[in-house]
């Protein structure tokens, strides 16, 4: 039985919650209204901001020409790729310099470089090696997201407490079993930060390559709509690119409570 302190306590914190929804919500639907207003009235220029309108008749638009859902699945499905693998990857060789101090702090001064050099300026040389379709487009968001993954996770596993390492190692342990057993469950909250950042990193390096080389997906769509001044397109790309975005971070944070129920 719960206390009535406490009952008051989790109640006050689920009205909180409401709260901040609802404020969320309005701060969005306020946006939304004021722009449709100032487009209605033209305060602002509708050629070179569009309107919350021209917005959802560009989405109809492009729903009826049967491209609408084809432009979010050739980007969802590229960011999945590049997620996936990036995720895999990084994780792996952050455990390689993890187990490997040696090599750890040879290449800390090549993952800095790599982590801080614009991958856009790698793209003509992706594009000569991987040539101009998809298989670009996933290395250069592969390129941000492995780096990304690398640098969170090994943070994560060298930041475990010594002392317990310590007493691991007083038991005998191996190396192996202080992996498993100590540095994985003590940097979990890092591995899934590291996922809510690499989701976020990969869709950036998706819609870099689209801009590039792409002819489908909402990076080709914002860029296509640019170069005709067409800045309904534009927008219309910019806003499905951020529910695209709200939604593949919400899974991932839906997954990290999940997890954390079944620890």
Known sequence: MHSKEHKDFLKKIKIQKILIRISQICIIL?????????????????????????????????????????????TIYETIISFSLGTILGTIIATVLWWN???????????????????????PIIII???????????????????????????????????????????????FQIYTKLIIPSSFSNI??????????????????????????LGYLIMYGSQVFNLNLVITGIFILCIVSAVMYYLVAYLEKKLIKHD
């Open 30 to 74: 306020s946006f939304i209204i004021i722009w449709q207003i100032l487009a209605d009235y033209k305060i602002v220029n509708t050629f070179i901001s569009s309107s919350p309108k021209m917005v959802i008749k560009t989405v109809i638009s492009l729903y009826n020409e049967g491209n609408l859902f084809k432009h979010i699945w050739v």
């Open 101 to 123: 101090k040696f090599l750890a702090k040879v290449l800390d001064p090549y993952l800095t470089i790599l982590n801080s050099l614009p991958k856009v300026a790698l793209g």
């Open 129 to 175: 090696w991987a040539g101009a379709g998809i298989n670009s487009i996933i290395l250069m968001a592969l390129l941000i997201s492995t780096i990304i993954t690398i640098i969170n996770v090994y943070q994560g596993f060298i930041e475990t407490d010594p002392l317990k390492i310590k007493l691991m190692n007083s038991f005998k342990s191996t190396k």
């Open 192 to 217: 899934i930060s590291a996922l809510k950042i690499n989701v976020s990193m990969s869709l950036i390096g998706v819609i870099m390559g689209e801009f590039l080389v792409s002819k489908e997906g």
